[in-house]
């Protein structure tokens, strides 16, 4: 299939999709029902708001990446990438289980083969087999909740779920939240379920991997949010709690990481991590709210939390095209061998300079309307009358503080070390600007993220309206007027258009008084060095050197793993030949998690090896025996 | 509408006109405490003056950010004397954002000033950028925790909203979580706008500064504007601590008679807080940058006991 063919088809489903969504959004209620078609229970999808919304961001995010792989030439796997779409959409419509774990499965399968699609290397085939392990784990823990689900109702429809939470036992409704938010989350990259994520997006093509950021990862939310809020009802505030600590944890542990990383991609991929779990702070708050009764307060935490979902789709996907166009230009991911590409690519960089700011969530874009929703539902906690509920929040909102904080000292390193200053090598010398199709998959992205940001008045209503669907209460009056976003009467307001319009008079403002002024005009002149000769790319500040604050005062969490060898000369030791430096923090998930569950798994497998011992008597003993257990239980 | 807009232009003209002489005035009262004579506290206005007037250097390796910030660092500055009640409790724009705005309004002129500092390439610029937004970081948690021990005693985060309430009752003043929580946005005060002991703003010694690093580069009229909109953020941050926490003498509405009491007010206020932060600058010494984090993770405890004593206390 040729590149434009794939394209369009991408970008007709894509707005097909997003069509659909909007109008379920806006409370258009749609259902099909095959029941012929797979045996227990057969097809069936339904358009509700919460799936209209996660369609819409689907097809949203589809389009611009559609658009942006109809520019790449000779990148394969077109098919695989329409059944990714696809099977991206037909999720959030899924109306029961067997529909559900197929459009699942073959999400996950479709987006497995296009990681592995670029497979030059043995890295990108580990990611990929890594990815393939934890999505199938994450696949056997939904298997296992619906099954028992399915067990408890007597059905596999969605709508009898949602109907049936107060008929379980507190016991069983807790196990099913459990093994479905194990298989949601890991899916939503949550820590510590989060180590395929930041291997398998740098490892795809861009336009995938904007997808997966963009859009597959928000689908482990929209399962959390089917599970946690219509499937298993009002759950205890713990769940809650539960869900708003995974959440700062992932917030604060994905932009640590995403602060000292030196692959672009690999930063972008921890900074969704980090997205996600300020959605999950948000909706978590949402949990604790209803169940303390506070329903209003409950659907502005998940309107903002489900704003920030859409605002990442938005920002993500356009920063991992920008970065797609940067490593096509440059020829590597390393961050220390770019450098000075706003010259050579401006409208990359000008794209990528909106996806920053955006995402380090400052005014008047969009990142910054949902954070600050989510500061303001935060905020509002004294409403709860139990201390260490208020403790938690706290919490939340100093976690979220200081993640914001970091998030910007992240992407003014990811930004200023790609496009500022001389570049760092030759081929990013050379590098030259993107075609028309990523530059206008950029611009579309970029638009949305200013639109988001001065629409709140528009968006935020919308959003509170499926928030109010989703928890079965009645909508909020009046969340914004024409100008002013108001939550809880006079808690708070926001009106990004005024910060705005005021921003660009202000702009004018000292611009207007130079002229008048008639401030004297600029010389070109060097960069002041302390008196050197000659400035080149090596005397820069490099990423390494921008994170290093940050490495010395989270030591404690990045246990950095240093070595240092000096190659010296026979004859003199004051004569370096080569000198190798290395400084990288530990994998601590990988090496106190994983490692030490897989090696207890290796040996479990050891010794489950003596049961075979090649001998067809045992077996038939092995047979008998299991046929009398059963018996016995019968 | 026109005492609206009289109201705001007031707001803007004390903010931008009396920015440089809260920092003349500092600067005069440090030297005299250390003995010297010092400059006249008019003396920032003769260098702005002065820079104003000079050509601009401009490095051939830098890029369009480096002549745009300024002027963005002077915009966001410029919205945020409209958003923080200086002489009126419900500003211009006071109904555009409430303090969280103001923090990332800040954050939005950090952000470009620390890409300014990397465009130049040279590793000062680098240098003085990563330490800037490091501790710009670690400040926030802070700001925004005080600001929680302030919202949740006067049941809204709007400014206006949290002058008007401890306005009305001043014995909500006299408490501990008020007190810890003003100690606290003290402490962030100093860091977020490069004080002893975080940062040295009198200092060029190149491997100790923080914010004069990352706009070393600067020159001419983008110097002025650099240091005319850090004196107004010095000034915007004090009147913060001023009027948030001693909200006295904040009328609601604006009128010829209020907004010169009001004016008088806040005069007396940042007077009283200029000769404190003098006093406390000229007595320690510049922290390494490696005890900073410690000092602002004070800090934060101090805002979080504030918070937890809104709870025990209610």
Same mark, same amino acid.
């Given at each position: 299939?040729?590149?434009?063919?794939?394209?369009?088809?991408?970008?007709?489903?894509?707005?097909?999709?997003?069509?659909?969504?909007?109008?379920?959004?806006?409370?258009?209620?749609?259902?099909?029902?095959?029941?012929?078609?797979?045996?227990?229970?057969?097809?069936?999808?339904?358009?509700?708001?919460?799936?209209?919304?996660?369609?819409?961001?689907?097809?949203?995010?589809?389009?611009?990446?559609?658009?942006?792989?109809?520019?790449?030439?000779?990148?394969?796997?077109?098919?695989?990438?329409?059944?990714?779409?696809?099977?991206?959409?037909?999720?959030?419509?899924?109306?029961?289980?067997?529909?559900?774990?197929?459009?699942?499965?073959?999400?996950?399968?479709?987006?497995?083969?296009?990681?592995?699609?670029?497979?030059?290397?043995?890295?990108?085939?580990?990611?990929?087999?890594?990815?393939?392990?934890?999505?199938?784990?994450?696949?056997?823990?939904?298997?296992?909740?619906?099954?028992?689900?399915?067990?408890?109702?007597?059905?596999?429809?969605?709508?009898?779920?949602?109907?049936?939470?107060?008929?379980?036992?507190?016991?069983?409704?807790?196990?099913?939240?459990?093994?479905?938010?194990?298989?949601?989350?890991?899916?939503?990259?949550?820590?510590?379920?989060?180590?395929?994520?930041?291997?398998?997006?740098?490892?795809?093509?861009?336009?995938?991997?904007?997808?997966?950021?963009?859009?597959?990862?928000?689908?482990?939310?929209?399962?959390?949010?089917?599970?946690?809020?219509?499937?298993?009802?009002?759950?205890?505030?713990?769940?809650?709690?539960?869900?708003?600590?995974?959440?700062?944890?992932?917030?604060?542990?994905?932009?640590?990481?995403?602060?000292?990383?030196?692959?672009?991609?690999?930063?972008?991929?921890?900074?969704?991590?980090?997205?996600?779990?300020?959605?999950?702070?948000?909706?978590?708050?949402?949990?604790?709210?209803?169940?303390?009764?506070?329903?209003?307060?409950?659907?502005?935490?998940?309107?903002?939390?489900?704003?920030?979902?859409?605002?990442?789709?938005?920002?993500?996907?356009?920063?991992?095209?920008?970065?797609?166009?940067?490593?096509?230009?440059?020829?590597?991911?390393?961050?220390?061998?770019?450098?000075?590409?706003?010259?050579?690519?401006?409208?990359?960089?000008?794209?990528?300079?909106?996806?920053?700011?955006?995402?380090?969530?400052?005014?008047?874009?969009?990142?910054?309307?949902?954070?600050?929703?989510?500061?303001?539902?935060?905020?509002?906690?004294?409403?709860?009358?139990?201390?260490?509920?208020?403790?938690?929040?706290?919490?939340?909102?100093?976690?979220?503080?200081?993640?914001?904080?970091?998030?910007?000292?992240?992407?003014?390193?990811?930004?200023?070390?790609?496009?500022?200053?001389?570049?760092?090598?030759?081929?990013?010398?050379?590098?030259?600007?993107?075609?028309?199709?990523?530059?206008?998959?950029? #611009?579309? /992205?970029?638009?949305?993220? $200013? @639109?988001?940001? =001065?629409?709140?008045? %528009?968006? &935020? +209503?919308?959003? *509170?309206?499926?928030?109010?669907?989703?928890?079965?209460?009645?909508?909020?009056?009046?969340?914004?007027?024409?100008?002013?976003?108001?939550?809880?009467?006079?808690? #708070?307001? /926001?009106?990004?258009?005024? $910060? @705005?319009?005021? =921003?660009?008079?202000? %702009?004018? &403002? +000292?611009?207007? *008084?130079?002229?008048?002024?008639?401030?004297?005009?600029?010389?070109?002149?060097?960069?002041?060095?302390?008196?050197?000769?000659?400035?080149?790319?090596?005397?820069?500040?490099?990423?390494?050197?921008?994170?290093?604050?940050?490495?010395?005062?989270?030591?404690?969490?990045?246990?950095?793993?240093?070595?240092?060898?000096?190659?010296?000369?026979?004859?003199?030791?004051?004569?370096?030949?080569?000198?190798?430096?290395?400084?990288?923090?530990?994998?601590?998930?990988?090496?106190?998690?994983?490692?030490?569950?897989?090696?207890?798994?290796?040996?479990?497998?050891?010794?489950?090896?003596?049961?075979?011992?090649?001998?067809?008597?045992?077996?038939?003993?092995?047979?008998?025996?299991?046929?009398?257990?059963?018996?016995?239980?019968? | 509408?026109?005492?609206?807009?009289?109201?705001?232009?007031?707001?803007?003209?004390?903010?931008?006109?009396?920015?440089?002489?809260?920092?003349?005035?500092?600067?005069?009262?440090?030297?005299?405490?250390?003995?010297?004579?010092?400059?006249?506290?008019?003396?920032?206005?003769?260098?702005?003056?002065?820079?104003?007037?000079?050509?601009?250097?401009?490095?051939?390796?830098?890029?369009?950010?480096?002549?745009?910030?300024?002027?963005?660092?002077?915009?966001?500055?410029?919205?945020?004397?409209?958003?923080?009640?200086?002489?009126?409790?419900?500003?211009?724009?006071?109904?555009?954002?409430?303090?969280?705005?103001?923090?990332?309004?800040?954050?939005?002129?950090?952000?470009?000033?620390?890409?300014?500092?990397?465009?130049?390439?040279?590793?000062?610029?680098?240098?003085?950028?990563?330490?800037?937004?490091?501790?710009?970081?670690?400040?926030?948690?802070?700001?925004?925790?005080?600001?929680?021990?302030?919202?949740?005693?006067?049941?809204?985060?709007?400014?206006?909203?949290?002058?008007?309430?401890?306005?009305?009752?001043?014995?909500?003043?006299?408490?501990?979580?008020?007190?810890?929580?003003?100690?606290?946005?003290?402490?962030?005060?100093?860091?977020?706008?490069?004080?002893?002991?975080?940062?040295?703003?009198?200092?060029?010694?190149?491997?100790?500064?923080?914010?004069?690093?990352?706009?070393?580069?600067?020159?001419?009229?983008?110097?002025?504007?650099?240091?005319?909109?850090?004196?107004?953020?010095?000034?915007?941050?004090?009147?913060?601590?001023?009027?948030?926490?001693?909200?006295?003498?904040?009328?609601?509405?604006?009128?010829?008679?209020?907004?010169?009491?009001?004016?008088?007010?806040?005069?007396?206020?940042?007077?009283?807080?200029?000769?404190?932060?003098?006093?406390?600058?000229?007595?320690?010494?510049?922290?390494?940058?490696?005890?900073?984090?410690?000092?602002?993770?004070?800090?934060?405890?101090?805002?979080?006991?504030?918070?937890?004593?809104?709870?025990?206390?209610?």
């Amino acid at each position: 299939m040729s590149a434009t063919v794939t394209a369009a088809a991408g970008a007709a489903l894509g707005l097909v999709a997003a069509a659909a969504g909007v109008a379920g959004v806006l409370g258009v209620e749609w259902s099909l029902r095959v029941p012929w078609l797979v045996p227990p229970g057969g097809l069936e999808l339904t358009l509700d708001p919460l799936g209209g919304f996660f369609l819409a961001l689907v097809g949203t995010t589809a389009v611009p990446a559609s658009i942006h792989a109809g520019g790449q030439r000779g990148e394969r796997g077109g098919a695989a990438f329409l059944a990714f779409v696809a099977a991206m959409a037909a999720v959030p419509l899924a109306g029961n289980a067997i529909t559900f774990l197929l459009a699942w499965e073959l999400m996950s399968v479709a987006s497995y083969v296009l990681v592995l699609g670029a497979r030059d290397s043995r890295e990108s085939l580990s990611a990929a087999w890594v990815y393939f392990v934890m999505t199938h784990a994450g696949l056997a823990c939904l298997l296992a909740a619906m099954l028992l689900l399915g067990s408890w109702t007597d059905s596999l429809r969605f709508a009898d779920w949602s109907a049936a939470p107060s008929a379980l036992s507190p016991g069983a409704g807790t196990l099913a939240f459990v093994l479905l938010a194990l298989g949601f989350g890991a899916k939503a990259g949550v820590i510590p379920l989060h180590v395929w994520l930041p291997m398998a997006h740098p490892a795809a093509p861009s336009h995938v991997s904007a997808l997966m950021s963009g859009a597959m990862v928000k689908l482990g939310i929209y399962g959390l949010l089917r599970a946690g809020l219509d499937w298993l009802g009002p759950g205890p505030a713990w769940w809650g709690v539960a869900v708003m600590l995974a959440g700062t944890a992932s917030a604060l542990v994905g932009v640590l990481y995403a602060l000292v990383d030196r692959d672009l991609k690999r930063v972008l991929a921890f900074s969704t991590i980090e997205n996600v779990g300020i959605v999950l702070v948000a909706v978590g708050a949402c949990m604790v709210f209803r169940a303390s009764g506070l329903e209003a307060l409950a659907v502005l935490s998940l309107a903002a939390g489900l704003y920030h979902a859409l605002n990442h789709a938005a920002f993500k996907a356009l920063l991992f095209l920008g970065a797609g166009a940067v490593v096509r230009a440059a020829g590597t991911r390393n961050l220390e061998s770019m450098g000075g590409l706003v010259r050579r690519m401006p409208w990359t960089a000008a794209a990528f300079l909106t996806g920053s700011v955006a995402i380090a969530a400052l005014p008047p874009l969009n990142g910054f309307v949902s954070e600050w929703l989510t500061f303001q539902a935060l905020l509002q906690m004294l409403e709860i009358p139990r201390p260490e509920l208020n403790l938690v929040f706290a919490l939340g909102i100093a976690g979220l503080a200081l993640t914001g904080g970091l998030a910007v000292a992240c992407f003014v390193r990811a930004f200023g070390i790609v496009f500022l200053a001389l570049p760092r090598s030759d081929q990013a010398a050379a590098a030259r600007e993107a075609g028309i199709a990523p530059r206008a998959a950029m #611009g579309l /992205l970029a638009a949305a993220c $200013v @639109a988001l940001g =001065l629409a709140p008045t %528009l968006v &935020l +209503p919308a959003l *509170a309206g499926v928030a109010s669907a989703v928890l079965g209460t009645p909508a909020l009056d009046a969340p914004a007027d024409w100008l002013t976003v108001t939550v809880s009467g006079r808690f #708070g307001g /926001l009106s990004t258009v005024a $910060v @705005a319009a005021a =921003l660009g008079g202000a %702009l004018l &403002l +000292p611009l207007a *008084a130079l002229a008048l002024a008639r401030a004297p005009g600029r010389r070109p002149g060097e960069t002041w060095g302390c008196g050197r000769i000659l400035q080149t790319a090596r005397m820069e500040y490099t990423g390494t050197a921008f994170a290093h604050p940050f490495q010395r005062i989270f030591d404690f969490f990045y246990r950095p793993v240093k070595r240092l060898d000096i190659d010296v000369h026979a004859e003199s030791r004051f004569f370096v030949r080569r000198l190798a430096y290395e400084n990288r923090p530990r994998p601590i998930f990988e090496e106190w998690l994983y490692r030490p569950a897989l090696e207890a798994l290796h040996r479990a497998a050891h010794r489950a090896r003596a049961l075979q011992s090649g001998s067809a008597n045992v077996y038939l003993l092995y047979i008998v025996a299991a046929l009398l257990v059963m018996l016995v239980l019968a | 509408m026109i005492a609206e807009v009289a109201g705001a232009l007031a707001q803007l003209v004390v903010v931008a006109g009396g920015a440089p002489l809260l920092v003349g005035v500092l600067r005069w009262l440090k030297a005299r405490l250390v003995g010297r004579r010092g400059p006249r506290p008019w003396q920032p206005y003769a260098d702005l003056a002065k820079l104003l007037r000079k050509e601009a250097v401009v490095s051939t390796t830098t890029s369009w950010i480096f002549r745009f910030t300024p002027y963005l660092l002077v915009a966001t500055t410029l919205v945020a004397a409209l958003v923080v009640p200086v002489l009126v409790s419900r500003p211009a724009l006071g109904f555009a954002g409430n303090i969280i705005l103001l923090m990332y309004l800040f954050m939005l002129g950090t952000f470009f000033l620390a890409l300014a500092g990397l465009d130049a390439g040279s590793a000062f610029g680098g240098m003085g950028s990563s330490r800037e937004v490091a501790v710009a970081a670690l400040a926030e948690p802070t700001v925004v925790v005080a600001v929680l021990a302030l919202a949740l005693r006067a049941g809204t985060i709007d400014l206006g909203g949290v002058v008007e309430r401890f306005a009305g009752d001043p014995l909500l003043v006299a408490n501990p979580a008020h007190l810890l929580a003003f100690a606290a946005f003290f402490i962030v005060m100093m860091a977020e706008t490069g004080r002893l002991p975080v940062d040295n703003p009198a200092t060029h010694l190149e491997l100790t500064m923080i914010h004069e690093a990352m706009v070393l580069e600067y020159s001419g009229r983008y110097l002025a504007l650099v240091e005319w909109a850090s004196a107004m953020k010095l000034f915007l941050f004090l009147t913060l601590l001023a009027n948030l926490f001693f909200p006295w003498g904040v009328p609601a509405g604006p009128g010829p008679l209020a907004l010169a009491t009001a004016a008088l007010a806040i005069a007396a206020k940042l007077a009283v807080l200029t000769a404190a932060l003098a006093l406390i600058e000229t007595s320690v010494a510049k922290l390494r940058l490696f005890r900073v984090p410690e000092l602002l993770a004070g800090s934060f405890a101090l805002a979080l006991l504030s918070v937890m004593s809104v709870f025990l206390l209610r």
